[in-house]
């Protein structure tokens, strides 16, 4: 008898234009990254006598045949017709409390990229329906990128390539560098489609090398419809040859003032000073020495603890030099003073 009178209303209804069951809204996201969870929302509204004649399906890809079906008055919950979604499909999800609405909501998760397509929400009773559809696209970032360079030293030509794989949709990429004149780009690409859906592309480019030497070289991977876009760089090292050296480097020379500075010596405190050498040409003539020292030149001068000026020159070799230059001056000394005093016998 329930079902008679609804049916008597539903057709009053419709005869005097009432709006019967009608779909609100569709939230359902243009793009989606694959691997996350996705809520597929359909709300719509009806009038209290259908709420015992809805009737809600989901479709995918204009198939007739439905993926999805609930009817709120069997309370026997929602069931996935087509095989393809079970692995998808969180049937226990509810977007709300309300009896004839909670499961009209599509639950899928850790989605992949054959879940692409178009989604049809359609919602009916026994006299009315309504319908409605968009599109989802479920991107791949790519699994793998390279970014490298291989010079072939002979030809002076540099191989610059990028490679992706496990990339869905079709993606695009190109090679850019920056050489203060702006960027610039190239476009040789190669993208296959693999037998599980995804795609891998391919860019290379021959430059000369030296033209790129100590540029700042970019490939970017990017997913057209999304916003998706990675890039990886590199930086052709600036090598320098050995005809770039300068022969005034390689042959510098140093002299004995460059390899040891007295400065740093104990040298500096032993001051010679012949100020008066008197001799009358008598047999007696007298020899007068002024000299200051702070270290006597007739010791050997403490070890030296200071650096030499060139790193060459150690520690070790400033003393002994400075050891060789006391017992020369002491040489000389001796040779002016037997100069000097005549031989008596």
């Not at 007739?64 to 009817?71: A, D, F, G, K």
């Not at 069931?79 to 692995?87: A, C, E, K, S």
Request: proline share 6%.
């Amino acid at each position: 008898m329930k079902f008679y009178n609804n049916l008597v209303l539903s057709a009053l209804c419709l005869a005097l234009g009432v709006q019967s069951v009608d779909i609100v809204s569709m939230d359902i996201p243009q793009v989606a990254e694959s691997g996350k969870d996705l809520v597929l929302d359909c709300k719509f509204e009806y009038r209290p006598e259908e709420e015992d004649q809805l009737d809600i399906k989901w479709y995918f890809n204009n198939s007739p045949t439905p993926i999805y079906q609930w009817l709120p008055a069997m309370d026997t919950g929602p069931q996935i017709i087509d095989p393809r979604f079970n692995q998808y499909m969180d049937l226990m999800y509810t977007v709300n409390g309300e009896k004839y609405e909670k499961h009209r909501a599509l639950h899928l998760v850790n989605i992949t990229h054959h879940l692409s397509g178009s989604y049809m929400c359609k919602v009916s009773s026994f006299l009315d329906e309504d319908f409605n559809q968009k599109n989802l696209m479920v991107y791949v970032p790519p699994a793998v990128v390279r970014f490298s360079h291989q010079s072939e030293e002979s030809e002076g030509q540099t191989e610059i390539s990028c490679t992706a794989e496990g990339i869905y949709p079709s993606p695009a990429a190109r090679i850019y560098w920056k050489d203060g004149l702006g960027e610039r780009e190239m476009d040789k690409t190669v993208v296959e489609e693999g037998s599980d859906g995804l795609y891998s592309i391919l860019v290379s480019t021959s430059m000369h090398t030296e033209s790129i030497r100590g540029v700042q070289l970019g490939c970017e991977i990017s997913i057209p419809g999304t916003q998706f876009k990675i890039n990886e760089e590199l930086v052709i090292s600036p090598e320098i040859s050995f005809d770039d050296l300068e022969l005034d480097t390689l042959n510098e020379t140093y002299t004995d003032y460059d390899m040891y500075d007295s400065t740093n010596s104990s040298l500096e405190n032993f001051l010679y000073n012949e100020t008066e050498v008197a001799y009358d040409g008598s047999g007696s003539g007298d020899v007068v020495l002024n000299y200051e020292e702070l270290n006597s030149p007739y010791q050997s001068p403490p070890p030296s603890t200071e650096q030499s000026a060139d790193p060459r020159v150690s520690g070790a070799a400033a003393t002994t030099a400075a050891q060789l230059l006391v017992q020369l001056s002491q040489l000389l000394l001796l040779l002016r003073l037997t100069n000097l005093i005549p031989l008596h016998l």
